[in-house]
């Protein structure tokens, strides 16, 4: 019967150091994670893959093509789609939000809940774009985007980390 008692204790115990030992090394993931989050923003040179677009008027859309953002150095490689009302734009409907052009401005602010604010503004031949981009630890995204010619669009992703 003694035995039966300690095996239990002792199995009790084990279980409980297995939890405990999972959720430092969950911690130390979830910080690690933040830390390469940090510092792939402040090289200024990453990409935020996308996965939802949210118009001003309609539904949300699922996206299943690969559209993403990318910023390297001092420029912006769009590749998002657009869905909305376009005042004016060129003969065939023009570019949209697919374009490569350089950065007008540039802003980095933190956020008190760590989140990352990161905002531009850059032209076309097309349009002017405003982008506010927010970048939580975990590595999700929100982007909004204002232009003079179309209606605002938003997009949800994630920011790609290297393995």
Not at 2 to 12: I, S
Not at 22 to 44: D, G, T, Y
Not at 71 to 81: A, E, G, K, M
Request: zero cysteines; charged letters at 25%.
């Amino acid at each position: 019967m003694k035995k039966n008692k300690r095996l239990v204790l002792l199995l009790l115990f084990i279980t409980a150091s297995l939890f405990v030992l999972n959720a430092q090394s969950k911690k130390e993931r979830r910080a690690q994670k933040e830390k390469q989050v940090k510092e792939l923003i402040e090289s200024s040179s990453y990409r935020i893959d996308v996965s939802t677009a949210y118009p001003q008027r309609g539904r949300t859309i699922q996206l299943s093509s690969p559209y993403s953002i990318e910023i390297r150095n001092d420029s912006v490689f769009s590749y998002l789609p657009y869905y909305g009302r376009a005042y004016s734009i060129p003969y065939g409907g023009g570019q949209g939000l697919i374009f490569n052009a350089p950065l007008d401005t540039y802003r980095i602010e933190t956020e008190k809940n760590n989140a990352t604010k990161i905002s531009f503004t850059t032209r076309t031949q097309e349009d002017r774009f405003d982008f506010r981009i927010k970048v939580f630890t975990n590595g999700t995204a929100s982007i909004d985007v204002s232009m003079q010619q179309r209606q605002s669009i938003s997009f949800a992703g994630g920011l790609f980390l290297p393995l």
